[in-house]
């Protein structure tokens, strides 16, 4: 069983950054992709940024535009979202996710990642 607990998130105004962190602990005896998605009210869940499971590629959702940085501590399995110019679109909660499936084609999916954290609330005011 693995847990992920997120933390980081909080409000900023618009044009402001806020750097979330992910830690994961338990029984994680195979390589990981770990990434981070974000769900706004009515919206589906979606990809924000992700390390894929060999490499720790990262890869970005289009509308990052260059404004995010993804990170991975393997030593401590943690993984970093730093956002900066931040949007009010952004707001979202924003949940981490640990997937250990050998596939590359669905990682940029939810339906990849088999353990999720409880989510940090991320608001942008304008």
């Known amino acids: 069983q693995v847990q992920l607990v997120e933390s980081g998130g909080g409000v900023v105004q618009a044009g402001g950054s806020l750097r979330l962190s992910c830690a994961a602990s338990?029984?994680?005896?195979?390589?990981?992709?770990m990434s981070w998605f974000r769900q706004a009210p009515g919206k589906e869940r979606e990809l924000v940024a992700g390390?894929?499971?060999?490499?720790?590629?990262?890869f970005y959702a289009d509308f990052v535009k260059g404004r995010f940085t993804i990170t991975r501590d393997n030593a401590k399995n943690t993984v970093l979202l730093e956002m900066d110019s931040l949007a009010p679109e952004d707001t979202a909660v924003y949940y981490c996710?640990?997937?250990?499936?050998?596939?590359?084609?669905?990682?940029?999916?939810?339906?990849?990642?088999?353990?999720w954290g409880q989510g940090t609330q991320v608001t942008v005011s304008s």
């Open positions: 996710a640990l997937g250990q499936r050998t596939i590359l084609s669905t990682q940029r999916l939810p339906t990849h990642y088999d353990y």
């Open positions: 338990g029984s994680i005896s195979r390589p990981y992709a």
């Open positions: 390390t894929s499971r060999s490499g720790y590629r990262p």
